[in-house]
Structure formats: C-alpha cells, structure tokens
C-alpha cells in the first residue's frame, strides 16, 4: 500500500514565515503551495517549487480567496 503524506505550505508573505516548509518538505510525498491571495507571495511561491522538486514531493495548487488580511476565513 502507497500513501500520499499531503501538507499546504509556502503561506508566508514578505518577511513573514508561516511553518516550517523546508522540514516539512522532508517528510511529504506532496504539497500545496499557497498561490497568492490568501497566502503566500511569488517569491515564496517560488521558493517552495523548487525545494518541493528538488526532493522529488509532487506540487499541486493550494488556492484561496483575495483575503490576506483574513487569511482566506473570512466570508467573502
């Protein structure tokens, strides 16, 4: 049997870090990577894609509302 170890990761934005997305990246078969509303900045963004491909985790979308102060819980 194969299981799929999943995290949502890469949430920070600017100088903010939300997680630890390196020690995670460990330990996950597959992520995903907050894409900007909610959470995360390109850079960030970018950042988390290549440390996610660099050891083999498959990356997926983690989308969100345009709520970055809510950080996407708030009713939109």
């Known amino acids: 049997m194969e299981i799929d170890l999943n995290a949502d990761l890469g949430e920070g934005f600017g100088p903010y870090r939300m997680g630890e997305d390196e020690a995670m990246l460990d330990i996950v078969s597959s ?3 907050a ?15 290549r440390m ?3 050891r083999g985790v498959e990356v997926g979308a983690h989308v969100g509302f345009p709520d970055l102060l809510g950080f996407g819980r708030r009713q939109i």
């Open 31 to 33: 992520a995903n990577v």
């Open 35 to 49: 894409c900007g509303y909610h959470a995360g900045d390109p850079v960030i963004m970018d950042t988390t894609v």
């Open 52 to 54: 996610a491909l660099a």
